[in-house]
């Protein structure tokens, strides 16, 4: 493609942009490059261009778009040709002008009732946009636009540079704009897969097309619903494994360590005599451990099954919360809690889905601890009821997780305690999953952590 070709489009997209103000300092140079070409090529691409730019426009911006490009090419045309002063030329560019005129009215009629191949691009799940070779944004999808929550009409025209710094753009959209182009770049990949700030999973792929004429198609596809379902199956699968290994080796662990618990009892008269009876403390202590790790890696196997009965949220989380009050008291840690619907009511096992917020609450009372900031430790608990469910909201100060750490929270045997089993949330997450809910993580480095629990609800009075 000519090298005008590739400056026009962004100059006249800034034109029409800035109402009737020519502002890239390129303009000049595309001036005098144009003295030499032919009218009807000028128009051509021209038209061309007008229609790009009618593919990015609302409807209600298309006549001011059209009448704005008119301006544009009429001064152009003009500055072009009539300094050179020949009155047949002159009179023959008004004739061109005419035509090109009703070439732009076609052009909007046919924008204004587009076809449907144009209607389902527009509309596509995937986030689509069209560069030139030299780098210019000659169109995006509606798609694309939400996902860089910028009007299509601001970003039309710029450079891929000026994209990296364009005022429209949120600043961690930026941010990741930038990495995944020099991850991109740096690996030669054309096809990947970026985890944005936000936690979203974003499929990116760059095509280059014969038929586009050397330009760069790009698309985006949000797979965060795919990718959690795939995280479940994997996580499910993990826990199927976990179920099988628990069956082959808990029996023959359990009755080696009830036959040694027997024998410390019978030999404990002795201790007390030579003074080790504190031997004999230590060894029950530990066998107690060892017994209550297996009992939590059963459980996380396979849970018992739920022994449903009703039971009113806000008296749920009362009980829980005074178990929990005299440690975090010694934290010094404040719990508050509010209820919005005090009628709110699930059919749970109360002894399990204690057991979850319970396990909950003492993760968000280490997150605080292990902080170790001036500020006061803090644990909001909350339950409303959204759409089907009731929504339990535990939500504290503490020191926060990272990325990686939030991905594996719920793998069996995955820990960042000294002395943990990482068993306490892969148990919990099979709980609420028997139940027919769903636990959504949200973390912030020391800033805080929320688990939000979601639980079917149903109504008191069936």
Same mark, same amino acid.
């Given at each position: 493609?000519?090298?005008?070709?590739?400056?026009?489009?962004?100059?006249?997209?800034?034109?029409?942009?800035?109402?009737?103000?020519?502002?890239?300092?390129?303009?000049?140079?595309?001036?005098?490059?144009?003295?030499?070409?032919?009218?009807?090529?000028?128009?051509?691409?021209?038209?061309?261009?007008?229609?790009?730019?009618?593919?990015?426009?609302?409807?209600?911006?298309?006549?001011?778009?059209?009448?704005?490009?008119?301006?544009?090419?009429?001064?152009?045309?003009?500055?072009?040709?009539?300094?050179?002063?020949?009155?047949?030329?002159?009179?023959?560019?008004?004739?061109?002008?005419?035509?090109?005129?009703?070439?732009?009215?076609?052009?909007?009629?046919?924008?204004?009732?587009?076809?449907?191949?144009?209607?389902?691009?527009?509309?596509?799940?995937?986030?689509?946009?069209?560069?030139?070779?030299?780098? *210019?944004? !000659? #169109? %995006?999808? +509606?798609?694309? $636009?939400?996902?860089?929550?910028?009007?299509?009409?601001? =970003? @039309?025209?710029?450079?891929?540079?000026?994209?990296?710094?364009?005022?429209?753009?949120?600043?961690?959209?930026?941010?990741?704009?930038?990495?995944?182009?020099?991850?991109?770049?740096?690996?030669?990949?054309?096809?990947?897969?970026?985890?944005?700030? *936000?936690? !979203? #999973? %974003?499929? +990116?792929?760059? $095509?280059?097309?014969?038929?586009?004429?050397?330009?760069? =198609? @790009?698309?985006?596809?949000?797979?965060?619903?795919?990718?959690?379902?795939?995280?479940?199956?994997?996580?499910?699968?993990?826990?199927?494994?976990?179920?099988?290994?628990?069956?082959?080796?808990?029996?023959?662990?359990?009755?080696?360590?009830?036959?040694?618990?027997? #024998?410390?009892?019978?030999?404990?008269?002795?201790?007390?005599?030579?003074?080790?009876?504190?031997?004999?403390?230590?060894?029950?202590?530990?066998?107690?451990?060892?017994?209550?790790?297996?009992?939590?890696?059963?459980?996380?196997?396979?849970?018992?099954?739920?022994?449903?009965?009703?039971?009113?949220?806000?008296?749920?989380?009362?009980?829980?919360?005074?178990?929990?009050?005299?440690?975090?008291?010694?934290?010094?840690?404040?719990?508050?809690?509010?209820?919005?619907?005090?009628?709110?009511?699930?059919?749970?096992?109360?002894?399990?889905?204690?057991?979850?917020?319970?396990?909950?609450?003492?993760?968000?009372?280490?997150?605080?601890?292990?902080?170790?900031?001036?500020?006061?430790?803090?644990?909001?608990?909350?339950?409303?009821?959204?759409?089907?469910?009731?929504?339990?909201?535990?939500?504290?100060?503490?020191?926060?997780?990272?990325?990686?750490?939030?991905?594996?929270?719920?793998?069996?045997?995955?820990?960042?305690?000294?002395?943990?089993?990482?068993?306490?949330?892969?148990?919990?997450?099979?709980?609420?999953?028997?139940?027919?809910?769903?636990?959504?993580?949200?973390?912030?480095?020391?800033?805080?952590?929320?688990?939000?629990?979601?639980?079917?609800?149903?109504?008191?009075?069936?």
């Amino acid at each position: 493609m000519d090298s005008w070709r590739t400056r026009y489009f962004p100059i006249l997209a800034e034109f029409v942009r800035s109402k009737g103000h020519i502002v890239r300092l390129d303009a000049k140079e595309l001036w005098l490059e144009l003295r030499e070409l032919p009218t009807d090529d000028i128009l051509e691409h021209h038209e061309e261009s007008v229609k790009f730019l009618l593919s990015c426009a609302e409807p209600e911006e298309r006549i001011s778009l059209v009448h704005r490009s008119l301006m544009f090419i009429t001064e152009l045309l003009i500055s072009l040709r009539l300094p050179e002063g020949a009155a047949a030329r002159e009179e023959s560019e008004v004739d061109h002008l005419r035509l090109s005129t009703s070439a732009i009215h076609l052009a909007q009629m046919e924008e204004e009732y587009p076809n449907k191949f144009e209607t389902v691009l527009q509309h596509l799940d995937s986030g689509v946009a069209l560069f030139d070779s030299a780098g *210019n944004l !000659r #169109f %995006l999808n +509606v798609q694309m $636009s939400r996902m860089l929550q910028a009007p299509r009409r601001s =970003l @039309i025209g710029s450079t891929l540079y000026q994209l990296f710094f364009h005022g429209n753009l949120n600043r961690s959209y930026r941010k990741s704009f930038v990495r995944i182009y020099k991850d991109m770049v740096r690996n030669r990949r054309y096809n990947a897969e970026f985890q944005s700030e *936000n936690g !979203r #999973f %974003l499929l +990116v792929t760059i $095509s280059q097309i014969e038929e586009l004429n050397g330009d760069y =198609l @790009i698309s985006v596809k949000d797979v965060s619903e795919y990718k959690q379902i795939e995280q479940a199956a994997f996580q499910n699968d993990k826990l199927a494994m976990l179920g099988k290994i628990a069956a082959a080796i808990a029996h023959e662990i359990r009755n080696p360590l009830t036959s040694i618990r027997g #024998f410390i009892q019978l030999i404990a008269p002795y201790l007390n005599e030579i003074g080790k009876q504190e031997y004999g403390r230590i060894i029950l202590s530990e066998i107690d451990r060892a017994n209550d790790i297996i009992y939590e890696f059963l459980n996380s196997s396979k849970p018992s099954a739920p022994m449903k009965q009703k039971v009113l949220v806000g008296l749920l989380l009362k009980e829980t919360i005074l178990l929990s009050e005299s440690d975090a008291h010694m934290k010094g840690c404040e719990i508050q809690h509010e209820i919005f619907d005090p009628f709110l009511t699930v059919a749970v096992d109360v002894k399990q889905i204690k057991q979850v917020l319970l396990n909950i609450i003492n993760n968000a009372l280490d997150a605080i601890f292990e902080l170790n900031d001036e500020r006061k430790g803090r644990i909001d608990i909350s339950a409303k009821q959204e759409g089907k469910y009731a929504l339990i909201s535990i939500k504290d100060n503490g020191k926060g997780m990272q990325r990686t750490t939030l991905n594996r929270l719920f793998d069996p045997f995955f820990t960042t305690k000294i002395e943990g089993t990482g068993l306490g949330l892969s148990v919990s997450y099979r709980i609420i999953c028997n139940h027919g809910g769903t636990i959504h993580v949200e973390s912030q480095l020391n800033e805080g952590t929320e688990f939000m629990i979601y639980l079917p609800f149903v109504d008191l009075k069936e």
